[in-house]
């Protein structure tokens, strides 16, 4: 079998990581985020390009440098229904099977800045 012949593993996705809650991986499948930017955790190959889609658009691509990455999703999501999905390519063009988890963001309006008193 040549080394084209072979398909990198497939992302195993261990949570999410709402940082308007905490810095920690306690959020899973179905979940209500209330964070726009959420982190997903999962496990990766050093080396590999990863590939993050957002209701089947590309949002980001990056490069593992460690077996487990958390990487805060690379653009602002709207409220609503998503289903992340997280696919692997390695050094020869080979693409993995695809490892997604859907949740829902209800994130409130941005803080109002204090600017002083009038």
């Known amino acids: ?3 084209n012949d072979v398909t ?7 949570g999410l990581i709402d940082h308007s809650v905490s810095n920690y991986a306690d959020f899973s499948y179905g979940s209500t985020l209330h964070d726009d ?10 080396g590999a ?5 957002d209701n089947g658009a590309l949002i980001g691509t990056m490069v593992a440098t460690k077996t487990n990455t958390n ?3 690379p653009s602002v ?3 609503g229904a998503h289903e992340l999905t997280l696919m692997a390519t390695d050094a020869a063009g080979n693409n993995s099977a695809q490892a997604s988890i859907n949740f829902t963001v209800a994130a409130g309006p941005a803080a109002p ?3 002083g008193l009038i």
């Open 1 to 3: 079998m040549s080394t």
């Open 8 to 14: 990198p593993a497939t992302p195993s996705i261990m």
């Open 37 to 46: 930017a959420p982190g997903i955790v999962f496990t990766t190959i050093p």
């Open 49 to 53: 390009t990863y590939s993050m889609y």
């Open 71 to 73: 990487w805060t999703v």
């Open 77 to 79: 999501l709207f409220n």
């Open 113 to 115: 800045a204090y600017l």
